[in-house]
């Protein structure tokens, strides 16, 4: 949805994908150094409260550079570079589903982690090609950043493994 926003409102064609896609893998290479210092330092909570804001900001950059009067291909770079994310917040909540979980536990947490990002993600992309073509980028964009800006808010409810001592993330839980 970000290359029909840049191919529609700044007249960018096909040739464009090859710079994006640079661009997200350095994204990628880029936010990994600093998230996996974040992680190893504070943890994965931190790690994950960090790149779901990152994530908040792509909609919303989108918007703003595909409606600036002097935008061009080369601005345009940067909300693709901030997609540079999505892989390394996929990696993040893997790593904080392994410390939640006993060892026997994670191929099984990790196929359920897999199905439960892949099925809304699939139904996602549909649903908001169509509210694009219903509503216009402006509200299907503000309706993506208010859900990952709740994405994000539920990020501060999480349990820190880290500090849960030697009984584990179950040492925290009430009752």
């Given at each position: 949805h970000y290359q029909?926003?840049a191919r529609?409102?700044?007249?960018?064609?096909?040739?464009?994908l090859?710079p994006?896609i640079?661009a997200q893998?350095l994204?990628?290479a880029?936010?990994?150094?600093?998230?996996g210092?974040?992680?190893?330092?504070y943890?994965?909570?931190l790690?994950l409260?960090?790149?779901?804001?990152?994530l908040?900001l792509?909609?919303?950059?989108?918007?703003f550079?595909?409606?600036?009067?002097n935008?061009?291909?080369?601005?345009?770079?940067?909300?693709f570079?901030l997609?540079?994310?999505?892989?390394?917040?996929?990696?993040t909540?893997n790593n904080?589903?392994l410390?939640m979980t006993d060892r026997?536990?994670?191929?099984r947490?990790?196929?359920?982690?897999s199905?439960?990002m892949?099925?809304p993600?699939i139904?996602?992309?549909v649903?908001?090609?169509l509210?694009?073509?219903?509503w216009?980028?402006?509200?299907t964009?503000g309706l993506?950043?208010?859900c990952q800006?709740?994405g994000?808010?539920?990020t501060?409810?999480l349990?820190?493994?880290?500090?849960?001592?030697?009984?584990?993330?179950?040492a925290e839980?009430?009752?």
């Open positions: 029909a926003v529609a409102r700044l007249d960018l064609d096909l040739q464009s090859i994006w640079i893998n994204g990628v880029l936010f990994s150094l600093p998230v210092w974040i992680t190893d330092r943890g994965n909570r790690a409260r960090c790149v779901m804001f990152g908040c792509i909609p919303v950059l989108a918007l550079v595909s409606r600036s009067p935008a061009s291909e080369h601005w345009f770079l940067l909300v570079g997609l540079g994310l999505t892989p390394v917040t996929m990696r909540f904080y589903t410390e026997s536990q994670h191929p947490y990790l196929s359920i982690l199905l439960l892949a099925g993600a139904v996602a992309s649903a908001v090609g509210m694009i073509d219903w216009g980028y402006e509200l964009f993506v950043t208010a800006i709740a994000f808010l539920m501060f409810g349990v820190e493994p880290r500090n849960c001592g030697p009984a584990g993330p179950q839980t009430p009752g």
